[in-house]
DNA sequence: CTAGAATTCAAACAAACGTTTGACAAGCGA
DNA sequence: TCGCTTGTCAAACGTTTGTTTGAATTCTAG
């Protein structure tokens, strides 16, 4: 009942996000868990039920955030006329890169995004497409305007390539090194270069 | 010391194949493994010596073929005089999605080779980066070629954008559901959209 | 201040984990 | 046939897993 930002569910929380990203959902214990956050083990059965409903609800806090971004974000680049399709890829990618950087300056979330994907679990496979579908489907619809040269099923097709790469950048897998560069003029970095290179793809043909 | 084609080895590692791509590495058993492969529990670590070494076999059986098969392609590309960007970009994404057509037909290594991405796990990411760095050099330095209007600096941007969209889907992840097409129609059209949109992409400014 | 709810804690639970063992069978060159 | 390697098997090893328990503690409304 404690909203504190250091209490105990907050902090078990915060210790999962940062372990399930490094070591996947089966390979994170809860003991791992419980002694990173400083709690006790008994705590997460009894703030969360179990170990899945703590999965789940890590994973439900950010997609909500970032569905929320994105829809805000498509909002604003459809407010100016004419929009562009610039700034509306821009409201897909951006706040996606932005998640990675929560209050610890981590990029935990996004790597559990990266690994969500990854997981064949069926059960996190449809809690992604149940909290995303409209969103996809909000983006796709903006974009067919800009793009009249592109059918629906074609707008699919490029929006699934431009997610792939967007996901593999925001766990920063690549090969791509900053070096000297902060986190956050390299995030805008990549920013910038899927944008314009998205950008060109969508425009093809 | 037996070849067969249905030896306790071979079916170790099929079952782990089709195993740690749908559960991961950690979410996957040697119980589950040697269940499915219908040896018993000891074969693992007879044959393989740890459940790590079963992992890292699986992961290099499938990348030393996916490393040839591209090499191969490059070459056979690059042979063509005048060389077409369409043709070394095909020679990078094709026999990765080709690769998921294993002789089971599964996507299970595919999927495994995302799942690796997304595995923090040090040990894997080099053993990746040290069987994959010569390879990306090779086609970087051919699309340096073709692209002279890009340094290698920014190749290697837009290459880390191409692979995060074949990874994503040769794993199948995306949101196009392929209706009435078979597997082997459905990796062709995959293949079109992805050399499409990515000449796109780097023909761009 | 006090009764009762909410939370924390050490300890233990059964189950599942990767690995090891030693017995036993099969294959094979001598 | 012999001796030896190779492979398979059931059983057990010690850990670690997620979860439960019941007592102790902290918090809070009356």
Not at 87 to 92: E, P, S, Y
Not at 119 to 148: C, I, K, M, W
């Amino acid at each position: 009942m404690n909203p504190e930002l250091f209490s105990t569910k907050q902090r078990i929380l915060d210790a999962a996000e940062a372990l399930f990203a490094s070591h996947g959902f089966a390979g994170a214990s809860l003991r791992q868990v419980t002694s990173s956050a400083q709690v006790n083990l008994a705590a997460v059965n009894y703030h969360f039920g179990s170990k899945e409903n703590l999965i789940n609800e890590v994973l439900r806090l950010r997609l909500d955030k970032l569905n929320a971004d994105r829809t805000q974000a498509l909002q604003a680049a459809l407010a100016k006329s004419p929009a562009q399709l610039e700034d509306v890829l821009g409201a897909w990618i951006r706040p996606a890169l932005a998640a990675s950087a929560n209050e610890k300056g981590s990029t935990a979330f996004v790597r559990i995004l990266a690994r969500t994907y990854a997981e064949q679990n069926e059960r996190l496979r449809s809690f992604l497409h149940d909290n995303y579908g409209h969103v996809l489907r909000d983006f796709t619809t903006a974009l067919g305007t800009l793009l009249p040269h592109l059918d629906k099923q074609e707008l699919y097709w490029r929006m699934d390539i431009i997610t792939g790469a967007l996901t593999f950048a925001m766990a920063d897998f690549g090969a791509i090194k900053r070096r000297g560069a902060s986190a956050e003029q390299h995030r805008e970095l990549t920013a910038d270069h899927l944008i314009h290179f998205a950008s060109a793809g969508l425009r093809a043909k």
